[in-house]
């Protein structure tokens, strides 16, 4: 989606953002235009950025954590979800197709419901009966079939041609709603007298990674920052396409079988694995990939030393950031920005 960055450029300053609540609309001129009436909201974003009280320490690192599990669902995911069903609504919408790991199709289920829109979600075989019942708490017609994630994408896609109904998920408006991260990112940090040198991802489909990059240059394409963090993003050894392209040095993605337990990640064949890889090397940034071991035990680390429950997916980025320094990537100077991306209730089976 491009906007009239030039007009935006006229409208926006931090001092103005700061008039507004701290949440994802406080940057609506970044988004697509909506009416006030037209927005669909559950209270998404503003979500806390606090300072490592313990593992940054340890590590002789300022590392701030970005606690996306306090959204409305408990995932980041209803950022893009509150874009993308808004704009269902002024469009018309009654009926949404959305494949699924199963944070996105909690929280489609939810901002449907609130809508008054019916959702049908397509997850795979294995997804966590946590993340299933929230969505049947919603009333979504689930259909649970198919090996992962990617054979659930192409059953949705077959039956959106089929029924003409509206396609959810990592596509442009999901994308256009994830970017009010990096907003609140840079937004917290320069009123904390900071700026993150590396923001730390874990990547999938590669859409957030994608999204996060692409709200950092609007911010300074309209003269808000001067210079921009680095991307670093992670993916799970078992399943780790962008991150074998990035140190190819590819310009394709080759899809892989999925076989890690960070089930959110599990995507062999991302949607946005290409975007993705531009973000990372435009960035000048690092892709890794980190154990299953080492994922588990960041997420113990988070619980206990910070206070923070992720669930698998949701501590790669803190699995990354441990890795590189261990490599000696990241130095006692660095600033990195960890967003922490799911609430551990949504996968509590390895506790
Ligand atoms: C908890 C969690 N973290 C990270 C991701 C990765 O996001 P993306 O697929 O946009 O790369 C997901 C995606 O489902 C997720 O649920």
């Known amino acids: 989606v491009i906007y009239d960055y030039r007009e935006i450029k006229g409208k926006v300053s ?40 313990f593992i940054g320490k340890t590590a002789g690192l300022r590392l701030v954590f970005k606690n996306e599990t306090v959204n409305p669902t408990g995932s980041f995911k209803d950022r893009g979800t509150s874009v993308e069903i808004s704009r269902a609504l002024e469009l018309g919408i009654r009926h949404v197709d959305c494949a699924s790991t199963g944070n996105m199709g909690a929280s489609v289920a939810a901002y449907c419901a609130a809508a008054g829109i019916r959702a049908k979600v397509f997850v795979p075989r294995k997804t966590a009966h946590e993340k299933i019942a929230h969505m049947l708490a919603h009333e979504a017609e689930l259909v649970i079939r198919g090996r992962d994630y990617n054979a659930a994408l192409a059953l949705a896609e077959r039956d959106y041609r089929l029924y003409k109904t509206y396609l959810m998920g990592d596509y442009p408006y999901r994308g256009e709603g994830e970017k009010s991260i990096s907003f609140e990112i840079v937004d ?157 209730l949504k996968e509590p089976r390895f506790y």
């Open 188 to 344: 917290s940090a320069l009123a904390n007298g900071y700026f993150p040198n590396y923001i730390a991802l874990p990547m999938g489909n590669g859409t957030l990674c994608r999204a996060v990059w692409k709200g950092l240059k609007e911010l300074k394409g309209v003269g808000l920052i001067k210079r921009l963090p680095k991307i670093l993003g992670f993916q799970a050894e078992r399943c780790a396409p962008i991150v074998n392209s990035f140190k190819a040095g590819a310009e394709h993605i080759d899809p892989v079988r999925p076989k890690t337990l960070a089930a959110a990640i599990a995507v062999g064949n991302p949607l946005d694995g290409l975007p993705a890889l531009d973000a990372l090397r435009e960035s000048k940034g690092v892709a890794e990939a980190v154990s299953d071991g080492e994922i588990l035990r960041a997420q113990k680390l988070l619980a206990l030393r910070e206070g923070i429950w992720a669930e698998p997916s949701g501590a790669v980025a803190l699995a990354g950031i441990l890795k590189l320094l261990k490599m000696g990537h990241l130095s006692r100077n660095d600033s990195v920005v960890c967003l922490i991306t799911g609430h551990g």
């Open 14 to 53: 931090w001092q103005n953002f700061r008039k507004r609540n701290f949440s994802h609309w406080r940057y609506r001129e970044f988004f697509p235009a909506f009416s006030d009436k037209g927005i669909v909201s559950l209270g998404e974003g503003g979500t806390p950025q606090t300072f490592s009280r």
